[in-house]
T-cell receptor
Framework: EAEVAQSPRYKITEKSQAVAFWCDPI?????LYWYRQILGQGPELLVQ????????DSQLPKDRFSAERLKGVDSTLKIQPAELGDSAMYLC????????????FGNGTRLTVT | DAKTTQPNSMESNEEEPVHLPCNHS???????IHWYRQLPSQGPEYVIH???SNVNNRMASLAIAEDRKSSTLILHRATLRDAAVYYC??????????FGAGTILRVKS
């Protein structure tokens, strides 16, 4: 079964440094999501793409976070500068278009900011 | 976003059925009820979804109350591999999936 690929699996960075995460969705999935999950909590949506366009970034801290999906396929989420509170799991998901298409999640990137 | 209420945790014995409850008293007519689960160190995994009628698939069954203000996810025979956090989510037409804290399911052998 096709999977959502994410890299790196783990990332340790010092505060004030820049960090980037990469996601390759399932082929043919037009909708791509980035979620952040703090330990012990449910995932929180950061940004949603439909093809290359952002359709929801209301919860994205835009002063330090940016996301792009230039060709409507893979996507990059960047944090600059990283802060201690950004330590979390960053999850990417993709789905077919359609109101109830299931989301397929990758296994995430675990970020630790020191 | 309409909210759901789930117990913080539940425990089950292996090979026995598990009924995971979810309350959603403010559900709107267009909200679908979705269930996802998250195994340790993995991303969430889709389980099942429904609108009004009960639904079955290879993983679980979803029983929806007639007034749609509550639902129950049924695992017919729990295994150790079913130990996970189970999320009950109302999904609106905007496609947005908003996760709560979920229910931690522990399965005893």
């Amino acid at each position: 079964e096709a999977e959502v690929a994410q890299s790196p699996r783990y990332k340790i960075t010092e505060k004030s440094q820049a960090v980037a995460f990469w996601c390759d969705p399932i082929s043919g999935h037009a909708t791509l999501y980035w979620y952040r999950q703090i330990l012990g909590q449910g995932p929180e949506l950061l940004v949603q793409f439909q093809d290359e366009s952002v359709v929801d970034d209301s919860q994205l801290p835009k002063d330090r976070f940016s996301a792009e999906r230039l060709k409507g396929v893979d996507s990059t989420l960047k944090i600059q500068p990283a802060e201690l509170g950004d330590s979390a799991m960053y999850l990417c998901a993709s789905s077919l278009s359609g109101a109830n298409s299931p989301l397929h999640f990758g296994n995430g990137t675990r970020l630790t900011v020191t | 976003d309409a909210k759901t209420t789930q117990p913080n945790s539940m425990e089950s014995n292996e090979e026995e059925p598990v009924h995971l409850p979810c309350n959603h008293s403010t559900i709107s007519g267009t909200d679908y009820i979705h269930w996802y689960r998250q195994l340790p160190s993995q991303g969430p995994e889709y389980v099942i979804h429904g609108l009004t009628s009960n639904v079955n698939n290879r993983m679980a069954s979803l029983a929806i109350a007639e007034d749609r203000k509550s639902s129950t996810l049924i695992l017919h025979r729990a295994t150790l591999r079913d130990a996970a956090v189970y999320y009950c989510i109302l999904r609106d037409r905007g496609n947005k999936l908003v996760f709560g804290a979920g229910t931690i399911l522990r399965v005893k052998s």
